[in-house]
């Protein structure tokens, strides 16, 4: 059985501050790694992937894989109210065109 | 902008009438795509995959018989919720390509 796991939260963090998201999956055949955002009402957005061990930034993104330990992140710096969100993680093959394992998602709230 | 169309993006219909809901990719072929549910405040269920050409193949608990899915062409599925009923209320997306995309969602009241 292929799970991803998260911390639902709510994760509350100050505005202006690092905000850390974290996740764990159980496949160790998955490559591609991805996170989504999903404001209440929404459909889910792409915010990053990333298919490497190490870091990948993105602007105020940065996703960090570790294929040893299973374990993916996504760290949002300068943290705005707008991105007062559920995070989705989520894992697969190929990009996820043969479809994804997604994580229950993170509810992160920026604290004005 | 938007890689995966849905359309409609909501859409309201009285008990035991049938509704469709089409996905399309945009600029690419999508010889999978995906279908979500997804109700109020609970994570994303995936319902079933759409094949290009073939049968989808539905998710434990999912009526395919309910749920009618046709991808006839690489751009294009549709979903068919089939004599509506008020459980059947929830927000359904799509998703496809690689990285993959959703689509806007469809909210569904049924009333």
């Known amino acids: 059985q292929k799970e991803v796991e998260q911390n639902s939260g709510p994760l509350s963090v100050p505005e202006g501050a690092i905000a850390s998201l974290n996740c764990t999956y159980s496949d160790r055949g998955s490559q591609s790694f991805f996170w989504y955002r999903q404001y209440s009402g929404k459909s889910p957005e792409l915010i990053m992937f990333i298919y490497s061990n190490g870091d990948k930034e993105d602007g105020r993104f940065t996703a960090q894989l570790n294929k040893a330990s299973q374990y993916v992140s996504l760290l949002i710096r300068d943290s705005q109210p707008s991105d007062s969100a559920t995070y989705l993680c989520a894992a697969g093959l190929r990009g996820g065109a043969d479809g994804l394992t997604f994580g229950k998602g993170t509810h992160l709230i920026i604290q004005p | 902008g938007a890689v995966v169309s849905q359309h409609p993006s909501w859409v309201i219909c009285k008990s035991g009438t049938s509704v469709k809901i089409e996905c399309r990719s945009l600029?690419?072929?999508?010889?999978?795509m995906f279908w979500y549910r997804q109700f109020p405040k609970q994570s994303l269920m995936l319902m079933a995959t759409s094949n290009e050409g073939s049968k989808a193949t539905y998710e434990q608990g999912v009526e395919k018989d309910k749920f009618l899915i046709n991808h006839a062409s690489l751009t294009l599925s549709t979903l068919t919720v089939t004599s509506a009923h008020p459980e059947d209320s929830s927000f359904y997306i799509c998703?496809?390509?690689?990285?993959?995309?959703f689509g806007n969602g469809t909210r569904l009241t049924v009333t």
């Open positions: 998703s496809a390509g690689a990285p993959l995309h």
């Open positions: 600029d690419f072929q999508a010889t999978t």
